[in-house]
């Protein structure tokens, strides 16, 4: 490497401190460093030591591979992801070459090894005007030794690929091939306090008023929003203080401001002097002790609000630290997750038919209230907890180093997930199917004599009278429907659609493992799994390693049982529009042949309130088209649909695309099971596919994972896949390759190969 591109720029000499060299972060504190301004000693690796490491490892041809898959337009944040863990993974993978390890040692040896080190990120354009990366990007506290410091710029490298990354420059339209990351090593600054500082608010900047945030410790606490902080107001002209917020930690209200009059005098002295140097007012994070301030960052202000980038919160939230998944697991596992099954059972076990028709309309309008409610805690609370099968993913790889980044997945078998229970208790049903030729015939003939339309009270009598065993049968029918089959799917209640049930238990009947019993090597696998990574952090580590395994698992779990409990809810609300549609037509007040759903919440309640008012019409609710290809569009299907390998193996088989409730019941053994995603509501049709292929792609939602256990080749992230392929369509699904071909698979026949 030539003199003129060095890999190495100490932050007191002089050098090229350009944006595109040294990232806007390492650009700025060099200016502030020989303006007079305290920065925490180091040095800064450049953009060229970034282009020499990604040259010499060859990973540009691996990162434009991953995200070449697709559109980075087309992909979900769940795919995003995936690349960005699968990246990560290369990029611990590959060695620091001979000169850049040489430059590592050589900017070490001004630092004191004993004292711990900060090695932060500087991307190119990060802390621009008009662009915040902070928090997106990776920032390691506390390092000892090369060895880690190594580990640590790798790291910091591969988080300029990260999902949240990705998805802000997505946001912003910057293209991320041209994206390039330096990387800031420190002496971490012993504080008792730090923060951030605004010269001037963010919420109206406009106003002569400099607002500044404190908390104990260091930064990376606030910037995580693991901290609430004390806030301050401040006259920027005579330095007054207009407001003091006190702050909370461990739930307890600060009875005396963090910060003195003196210290908030100095913060705000040195915001003013940073202005006056850059020619803006500033965003700073800082750090210090009562006699001391150490500046730790700049940037122009780029927020309406401290907490108004509502896109870069949502992807911060896609990397939480463990405090906040710790605060998130006591709230979601001890708090909501038990309201929201009382919720569900309350709502049960309430009998409206014996309500007059004000109570009615006021028992829908809890439901749907209680809906939008829960629906909203999903989002705020569920989804961000929901993250945490992240953070093991992460902390394992970074730990274990394995050759399969999804190693970890094994971890996570054997959850007693809701939708578990509900497969379990099917398995047993058809196991008595399979045990009793006799009961199995019985069930088999009067379900094609009721059809469609079954009622069950008249077909249990049938069948009790009319088979041996019928009665435990019966019995363990009802428990289950009652238990885990009382939820909503499209707009649907499954608590009444006893037929396309009874189907798919004739259908597991045939199934070797009707019972969906746990493979008996899952223990094995999740107790070496769980050795090999506390082998790998230390025992220092393990009771941190084993709350990483214990959040990641609840977050799994959580994210699937949450989606049946919200279900149960919508189950109860049209269990009420249904009651109150025929009260509706026994007076002729409902001119509709269709079930309400809940786009007509409030024209019921409106029927129910007024009793003089008109007949209601219900207006028929129509899913819009598929945005992108159809066949229907293009008068033909693509031989090959790409999508994203997440099960391997190989198969082939006939489609059956599944829209709604309604196709349910239609699923037989063997065929290939086609969605927008696997839904909790479903998993129990996964054991009778042959294979899956799902619009939606990750490869931790729940089709794959299942897919996975079960050794069920999966394809997806295949776009528009539903509207493609059409039921009875030939096809073979390559789980290797992420590939599904469409018609006969000659390749396998003419190599002689078997599908499995």
């Known amino acids: 490497m030539g003199s003129g591109r060095p890999l190495l720029i100490r932050l007191d000499a002089d050098g090229p401190w350009s944006d595109r060299i040294v990232g806007g972060k390492a650009a700025k504190l060099a200016q502030l460093a020989r303006a007079g301004f305290q920065v925490p000693k180091g040095f800064c690796l450049t953009t060229?030591?970034?282009?020499?490491?990604?040259?010499?490892?060859?990973?540009?041809?691996?990162?434009?591979?991953?995200?070449?898959?697709?559109?980075l337009d087309d992909m979900r944040w769940e795919e995003i992801w995936d690349a960005a863990l699968r990246i990560r993974a290369q990029f611990l993978a590959q060695p620091l070459s001979r000169s850049l390890g040489e430059a590592l040692v050589e900017g070490l040896r001004g630092f004191d090894a004993s004292k711990p080190l900060a090695v932060r990120s500087s991307a190119v354009g990060e802390d621009s005007d008009g662009r915040s990366f902070a928090g997106l990007h990776e920032s390691i506290i506390g390092v000892r030794g090369q060895a880690a410091v190594q580990d640590a710029v790798r790291l910091v490298w591969a988080s300029l690929w990260s999902d949240a990354a990705l998805l802000y420059r997505k946001e912003l339209g910057l293209d991320p091939a041209h994206s390039r990351m330096a990387v800031l090593v420190q002496e971490l600054v012993d504080a008792d306090r730090s923060g951030v500082a605004f010269a001037r608010d963010p919420r109206d900047t406009r106003q002569e008023r400099a607002l500044i945030e404190s908390v104990p410790g260091p930064c990376s606490l606030l910037v995580d929003g693991q901290v609430d902080p004390d806030r301050w107001e401040l006259d920027r002209n005579t330095h007054a203080?207009?407001?003091?917020?006190?702050?909370?930690?461990?739930?307890?209200?600060n009875d005396a401001p963090l910060l003195e009059t003196r210290d908030l005098e100095q913060i705000l002295e040195t915001l003013l002097s940073i202005e006056h140097l850059f020619g803006w007012p500033p965003d700073m994070e800082w750090t210090g002790r009562s006699d001391s301030l150490t500046v730790l960052q700049a940037r122009p202000i780029t927020t309406?609000?401290?907490?108004?980038?509502?896109?870069?919160t949502w992807y911060l939230t896609l990397r939480p630290g463990d405090a906040r998944l710790q605060a998130l697991r006591k709230r979601v596992v001890e708090q909501l997750i038990p309201e929201l099954e009382a919720a569900g059972q309350t709502f049960a076990a309430e009998d409206l038919e014996r309500r007059d028709d004000h109570q009615l309309a006021d028992a829908i309008a809890t439901r749907s209230a209680a809906i939008a409610r829960w629906k909203k805690i999903y989002w705020d609370d569920f989804i961000p907890f929901a993250h945490g099968v992240r953070r093991l993913a992460t902390y394992y790889n970074d730990a274990v180093r394995p050759q399969d980044p999804y190693e970890f997945v094994g971890l996570l078998r054997d959850q007693p997930l809701v939708a578990r229970q509900r497969?379990?208790?099917?398995?047993?049903?058809a196991q008595q199917l399979a045990a009793s030729a006799e009961l199995r015939a019985a069930v088999q003939r009067l379900v094609a004599e009721y059809g469609g339309a079954l009622h069950w009270p008249a077909f249990r009598d049938e069948l009790m009278h009319g088979a041996a065993g019928a009665e435990d049968f019966v019995r363990g029918f009802e428990e289950m429907n009652r238990?885990?089959?009382?939820?909503?799917?499209?707009?649907?209640?499954?608590?009444?659609?006893?037929e396309a049930v009874l189907r798919n238990l004739i259908e597991l009947s045939q199934v070797a493992n009707a019972s969906h019993a746990s493979d008996s090597s899952a223990a094995d696998v999740v107790a070496t799994l769980e050795q090999r990574l506390r082998d790998a952090v230390g025992q220092d580590r393990r009771d941190e390693a084993l709350a990483v395994i214990e959040t990641g698992r609840l977050s799994?779990?959580?994210?699937?049982?949450?989606?049946?409990?919200?279900a149960r809810l919508e189950s109860q609300l049209l269990r009420a529009l249904d009651v109150a549609a025929q009260r509706l037509r026994d007076v002729g007040r409902l001119r509709a042949a269709g079930r309400p759903n809940d786009a007509h919440v409030e024209a019921m309640i409106q029927a129910l309130r007024d009793p003089a008012?008109?007949?209601?019409?219900?207006?028929?609710?129509?899913?819009p088209p598929a945005a992108g290809?159809?066949?229907?569009?293009?008068?033909e299907t693509p031989r090959q649909l790409i999508g994203q390998p997440a099960s391997p193996g190989s198969a082939t088989g006939t489609v059956r695309c599944i829209h709604g409730r309604g196709d349910l019941g239609a699923f037989r053994q063997g065929e290939v099971l086609v969605c927008d995603a696997i839904q909790p509501t479903m998993t129990h049709l996964v054991p009778l596919a042959s294979a899956i292929v799902e619009r939606r792609g990750g490869m931790l939602i729940h089709g794959a994972i299942i897919a996975r256990e079960l050794g069920i080749p999966c394809v997806n992230g295949v776009r528009d896949a539903a509207e493609v392929l059409n039921n009875g369509d030939l096809v073979t699904v390559d789980g290797h390759l992420g590939i599904v071909t469409v018609g006969a698979a000659e390749f396998d026949l003419e190599l002689g190969g078997e599908s499995t």
């Open 423 to 429: 497969n379990a208790a099917m398995g047993r049903l």
């Open 48 to 71: 060229w030591a970034y282009d020499a490491f990604v040259k010499e490892a060859g990973l540009g041809v691996a990162i434009g591979m991953e995200l070449g898959r697709k559109s």
């Open 304 to 312: 309406a609000a401290p907490d108004a980038d509502e896109q870069r």
């Open 556 to 566: 799994w779990r959580l994210r699937d049982d949450d989606n049946l409990l919200v």
């Open 613 to 623: 008012g008109s007949p209601v019409t219900l207006q028929p609710v129509t899913k």
């Open 483 to 498: 238990r885990f089959l009382d939820i909503a799917f499209d707009q649907e209640r499954l608590h009444d659609q006893h």
């Open 629 to 635: 290809l159809s066949r229907a569009a293009s008068g």
């Open 241 to 253: 203080i207009i407001a003091w917020r006190p702050g909370h930690r461990d739930a307890v209200t």
